[in-house]
């Protein structure tokens, strides 16, 4: 699955999604788009997920006409995430396209 990790997810999370193709908004060069440019451009590039931090997303923006899935991280601390780990991995291993899921930690 090709992932896109939203600003605030922790990038040392990269490292153990070793099965997924993974890049940063400010890799791509996206840091400063606005939620739904970011949502737009992530699907016209062919992304399966965005993994974000955003609790609000949802109530943001529309996600019925969406095209990628989105699985929102209820934390941006690394420490409760990597011990956690298996439930990111799950979250991504189940998500259907346009799915929503949110990861408790």
């Not at 992932?3 to 999604?17: A, W």
């Amino acid at each position: 699955m090709r992932v896109l990790f939203d600003q605030g997810v922790p990038v040392p999370l990269r490292r153990e999604l070793q099965t997924h193709s993974v890049e940063t908004a400010a890799e791509r060069g996206w840091s400063e788009l606005a939620n739904g440019d970011l949502i737009s451009a992530a699907e016209s590039d062919g992304f399966d997920c965005l993994l974000t931090t955003d609790q609000n997303l949802r109530y943001q923006q529309n996600l019925s006409e969406r095209t990628l899935g989105i699985v929102v991280l209820l934390t941006t601390s690394w420490p409760k995430v990597q011990k956690k780990i298996d439930l990111v991995q799950d979250a991504l291993d189940s998500l259907d396209p346009q799915g929503y899921i949110e990861v408790t930690f």
